[in-house]
């Protein structure tokens, strides 16, 4: 069987959405992961990939679902590779893997949680990817994690997770303080579903440390039961919240006293945990899907705050309809879309990344260079299908340098948390940087 190049050059010709000059995108290999299930390129893991002080991490499971570690140096094509000692049950696609470093290069992992103890491990030296012995975070709320998320501020890390279950969880916050090298728990439940619902959130940290939180309630175990989109921000740290007017929140925030920046009826097939960035200016962006109010096919959408007001767009060219009901992991025709946003100018423009089976599953992306026009195109940035991968990118990486590093991995998910039987597939970076205008 001929040997897989480390590395390949992809040139995409691509239409004016992209500008009339060619696109590269870069594909290096890192080796080969699990692919009987989702698990490594589900949306939430936060981070899949991350750099710090020009090194890059990667994190994956491998065939036997033990996690490997990887880095390289940022633009290399070679990668330095480390099974760890840690499995992490992998045929559960909820239990994924989130690394980030801190300021003082060390490594920080978490893995294999659906409702489940806190696995916590730290490299251990800077920049090293063997790890020490498991460790409590705080010690507090610990027992019932579930997807486990770090985030970077100026002066440390936070940690955001799930205690309880679908239905009836609560968001707990933690932070990271380096100079402590200690962390303390600044939430305990910031969002409270009051034992009726919980919230399922996504969040970004923009560059002045502004903590973004935007989530949909959902009533039950059932996906369809989602619904609305609501909005918090931080501006220290995550001690205090307030709405986008300014207003300050009573804590916990509750489905009476939150603000609801788009209205949208359970059983209109939204999703739960999409994703949300900021722009260079500290403006929010949120990407989901659900199904309008007389329409038939779910379409991407974009809720996003330029400055004065909420606005929505929906992406519209989505052409088949389905149906989003059930628990556990789905097997969804579409993945859930990532966003990033940029300066083009005086003009903001936006990306949407995605996965859709009318376009055969490939990497694709929507690109808008001025949302005031609302003209979204899309083009796939690969020719062959990626299964049922959901994207996930280097957010330090794009928000220090404008440079898209997607984890891309064909995988296959069975419906409702199923396992299928394949071979281990590779697990690649592919780096793409916008066109500015």
């Known amino acids: 069987m001929p040997r897989c190049p480390r590395y390949i050059y992809l040139l ?54 033990f996690v490997v570690l990887a880095k390289r140096r940022s633009g290399s094509n070679n990668w330095h590779i480390s099974r760890t000692q840690y499995k992490g049950d992998a045929a559960d696609a909820h239990k994924d893997i989130c690394i980030m470093v801190d300021d003082a290069g060390f490594l920080h992992v978490v893995w294999g949680h659906h409702n489940q103890p806190l696995n916590y491990a730290v490299g251990k030296a800077p920049g090293s990817l063997n790890l020490t012995g498991k460790m409590p975070i705080t010690g507090l709320n610990e027992s019932h994690v579930t997807y486990p998320e770090f985030y970077k501020l100026k002066t440390g890390l936070l940690f955001f997770y799930r205690d309880g279950a679908s239905g009836n969880g609560n968001l707990v916050i933690n932070r990271y303080k380096i100079s402590a090298k200690k962390w303390v728990q600044l939430q305990n439940n910031l969002i409270d579903g009051e034992g009726k619902r919980n919230a399922y959130w996504q969040t970004a940290v923009d560059k002045n440390g502004v903590i973004h939180l935007s989530w949909v309630w959902r009533e039950s175990p059932d996906v369809a039961s989602n619904h609305d989109m609501c909005y918090a921000r931080s501006k220290d740290g995550g001690l205090t919240w307030e709405k ?27 999703i739960n945990q999409a994703s949300m960035c900021a722009d260079d200016v500290g403006n929010p962006f949120i990407a989901t899907y659900w199904r309008d109010s007389g329409q038939t096919v779910p379409q991407y959408h974009i809720i996003y705050n330029a400055g004065h007001k909420w606005q929505i767009q929906s992406l519209g060219f989505r052409k088949t309809a389905f149906s989003l009901s059930g628990g556990g992991t789905k097997n969804i025709p579409i993945s859930r879309p990532q966003i ?24 694709s992306m929507a690109v808008n260079y001025n949302l005031v026009t609302n003209n979204w195109k899309a083009r796939d940035l690969s020719s062959t299908s990626v299964g049922e991968w959901e994207p996930t990118y280097d957010t330090e990486l794009w928000k220090n340098k404008k440079l898209l590093n997607l984890f891309v991995q064909k995988v296959t998910q069975v419906d409702g948390e199923g396992k299928a039987n394949v071979e281990p597939r590779f697990v690649q970076v592919w780096e793409w940087r916008p066109v500015v205008k």
């Open 12 to 65: 995409l010709l691509v239409a004016s959405v992209f500008s009339v000059h060619a696109q590269h995108v870069k594909i290096t290999t890192i080796g080969k992961g699990w692919a009987d299930n989702s698990v490594n390129t589900v949306i939430f893991r936060k981070n899949s990939l991350v750099t710090f002080n020009g090194m890059q991490y990667a994190a994956y499971y491998d065939s036997a679902q």
């Open 244 to 270: 986008s007017t300014g207003e300050k929140y009573i804590l916990p925030i509750t489905a009476a006293n939150a603000e609801y920046i788009c209205i949208i009826p359970q059983k209109s097939e939204l």
């Open 340 to 363: 990033i946003a940029w300066r083009n100018g005086k003009r903001t423009a936006a990306a949407v990344i995605f996965r859709d089976a009318e376009r055969g599953s490939k990497v």
